[in-house]
């Protein structure tokens, strides 16, 4: 029997950290044992879905629905343009919002364009036009900008459709008019 004065408290720690090591080490085995077990699965299930056959009838698991290959092409066919469209618009509106000008519908009435000053790669401080119809309603501008024709030759296009009434149009100054 070893005496209390051979057991060193030392000695005791790093032999428990060894244990702790080796136990930490098979672990990480386990995982990736695990990881690589789960990618085969996946990958025959994708292979035996694949090897199924073009022609013959697919399966949904979930709903026990069966779907045919060209029902499934044509649908495919369909919906992507659809989600095609649905990119382009989020990438034109990213990249309106990189270059600080956002356009909005403000209280369900109003078409809105929101100005970001940006400078030393910081967003500041916001500026709003509000639009009603053919006239600027309320404005966040700052007071050296005098003249809002600039801004609208600027941020709106020639032939923008107000919605209010097909005889309004821009006029030489920016400023709409009824035509």
């Known amino acids: 029997m070893a005496s209390f004065v051979d057991v060193d ?24 044992e695990r990881h690589r077990l789960r990618h085969d699965l996946a990958s025959q299930k994708l292979d035996r879905l694949m090897t199924g056959g073009v022609n013959s009838p697919l399966r949904d698991l979930k709903r026990g629905i069966t779907v045919d290959a060209k029902q499934l092409k ?32 403000y209280k369900g009435v109003y078409l ?13 401080e916001p500026y709003y036009l509000i639009l009603d119809g053919p006239m600027i309603r309320w404005t966040t501008l700052p007071w050296f900008i005098t003249s809002t024709s600039d801004v609208e030759n600027a941020l709106l296009p020639g032939s ?19 035509t």
């Open 9 to 32: 408290p030392l000695v005791h720690r790093k032999q428990q950290r060894a244990k702790l090591h080796a136990l930490q080490r098979q672990l990480n085995r386990l995982n990736e």
């Open 74 to 105: 044509n649908e495919i066919g369909r919906q992507l343009p659809l989600i095609a469209e649905a990119r382009r618009a989020q990438e034109l509106l990213a990249a309106y919002q990189l270059t600080g000008c956002t356009t909005f519908i």
């Open 112 to 124: 809105s364009i929101r100005l970001d000053t940006f400078y030393n790669r910081r967003y500041y």
């Open 160 to 178: 923008l459709d107000v919605g209010t009434d097909p005889g309004i149009s821009r006029s030489t100054n920016g400023l709409y008019s009824k």
